[in-house]
């Protein structure tokens, strides 16, 4: 046989002889990882448990328990694989995924940048799991803090992900932070309708609602002058600050002040315009001398006024006249030029 077929099998049998020596080291490996993983889960519930008895770490014990389990397994993982391969060093490992080099640095730098917001923004709590916030463009309730991103739920089912970078950095309106919140809205009533009543009567419909606060109480004020009515801003305050909540007081304060308005007698006046068709030529439009309506004063005697049946009476003798001057069965002749 050939020597090289002894050489490689020899080879083998080393390999095998030396993993079945190394069996126990693994089992001990397994069992010390696995030591690890049960520590790590227990480390991860005391902390919950610790920081769930104070509703404004809440959030902030989540997140480091996570951080803590994580750093829990990567120490069992690295302690088994010094118990597997003795030669091996946690160094190694950090030459080998090249952590020191500056392109993995800045690879991971808007990791380590959500990473860091997250943990300020645990600690700062500008808002928590639960609120209703605004950040740009989105609105909704917020599900869940992490340490790369925040998770928005919008008022119609859909997920946000929000990196915390931007969250720290950027304006966020919460607008459930305090337990009250105030709403309003504008109510346009006639010109001629007693400013003083309507006032009154808003007051009185929102005041008979349960859900409107007392305290602070409700105002109405006049805000503006329109072209058909006087805009009265009605305003009042709301528990708990939450939308749905909002979204119902608003309907219930709309149809009662509806309501009221109405069975006072006081008009809601809607848009009008007025149309003019002529430029002061009529008679029934005045002195002539003065200027009126953007066009200028006339100088001569103003026509009578006109009327639409007179104009088609007019319209319909005219044809009659111009069919009775034609001859039937005569056509006119065409013009010819004259003879030379």
């Not at 020596?21 to 693994?26: A, F, I, K, N, Q």
């Not at 989105?138 to 925040?150: D, H, K, L, N, S």
């Not at 008022?155 to 915390?164: E, K």
């Amino acid at each position: 046989m050939d020597r090289s077929w002894f050489d490689a099998a020899g080879l083998i049998g080393k390999l095998a002889s030396d993993a079945m020596g190394r069996l126990p080291y693994l089992f001990i490996a397994v069992v010390v990882f696995g030591l690890f993983v049960v520590l790590a889960r227990l480390l991860r519930r005391a902390i919950r448990i610790v920081s769930g008895r104070s509703r404004k770490h809440r959030n902030l014990g989540v997140v480091m328990g996570r951080l803590a389990f994580g750093l829990t397994i990567l120490l069992g993982l690295l302690i088994s694989l010094v118990i597997v391969i003795p030669g091996f060093t946690p160094g190694q490992l950090v030459n080998l995924l090249g952590l020191s080099s500056v392109a993995i640095g800045f690879a991971f730098r808007d990791i380590l940048q959500n990473f860091l917001a997250g943990i300020l923004l645990l600690l700062t709590q500008p808002f928590r799991i639960g609120d209703q916030i605004i950040v740009g463009q989105y609105e909704g309730t917020v599900e869940e803090i992490e340490t790369r991103a925040t998770f928005l739920r919008t008022y119609d089912g859909r997920r946000i992900v929000i990196p915390n970078s931007k969250l720290f950095t950027e304006s966020v309106t919460v607008n459930t932070a305090n337990e009250a919140r105030r709403m309003q809205c504008d109510v346009g009533i006639g010109n001629g309708d007693d400013i003083a009543t309507a006032k009154r009567v808003m007051l009185e419909a929102v005041a008979a609602l349960p859900e409107a606060l007392t305290d602070p109480p409700p105002d109405a004020i006049v805000v503006g002058l329109g072209e058909s009515a006087v805009h009265v801003r009605l305003r009042w305050w709301v528990h708990p600050p939450r939308q749905m909540e909002l979204l119902t007081v608003q309907d219930q304060v709309l149809e009662a002040i509806k309501k009221a308005l109405t069975a006072e007698g006081i008009d809601l006046p809607y848009p009008t315009r007025q149309i003019l068709f002529h430029d002061q030529t009529e008679e029934t439009d005045g002195d002539r001398s003065r200027q009126r309506e953007g066009w200028p004063a006339g100088r001569k005697a103003p026509p009578s006024s006109a009327r639409l049946s007179q104009a088609v009476a007019a319209l319909k003798t005219s044809r009659e006249d111009e069919a009775g001057t034609k001859k039937p069965g005569v056509a006119s002749a065409p013009n010819r030029p004259p003879s030379a």
